[in-house]
């Protein structure tokens, strides 16, 4: 009877970490949805940035140490 109880202890543990398993990637996952969304939006702004900057005249480039 005892090694019965012990499998019944280990597989209640096993379950309940499993589910914590599963909330924990439920999490991660929203999380690098929202990381996500929040790199295409700077991309995104990035680019009206480089569309929208005034290029230089010639000969007033700056220096790339810049």
């Known amino acids: 009877m005892e090694a019965i109880e012990e499998l019944q202890?280990?597989?209640a543990f096993q379950e309940e970490a499993i589910e914590?398993?599963?909330r924990a990637l439920l999490r991660q996952e929203?999380?690098?949805g929202a990381l996500?969304?929040?790199m295409e939006r700077i991309?995104?702004?990035l680019r009206e940035l480089?569309?929208?900057?005034p290029e230089a005249p010639p000969g007033q480039?700056?220096?790339p140490h810049y």
């Open 43 to 45: 991309a995104l702004r």
């Open 61 to 63: 480039e700056i220096p």
């Open 20 to 22: 914590e398993l599963t």
């Open 50 to 53: 480089e569309r929208n900057e």
């Open 9 to 11: 202890s280990r597989l």
């Open 30 to 32: 929203k999380r690098l």
């Open 36 to 38: 996500e969304r929040e």
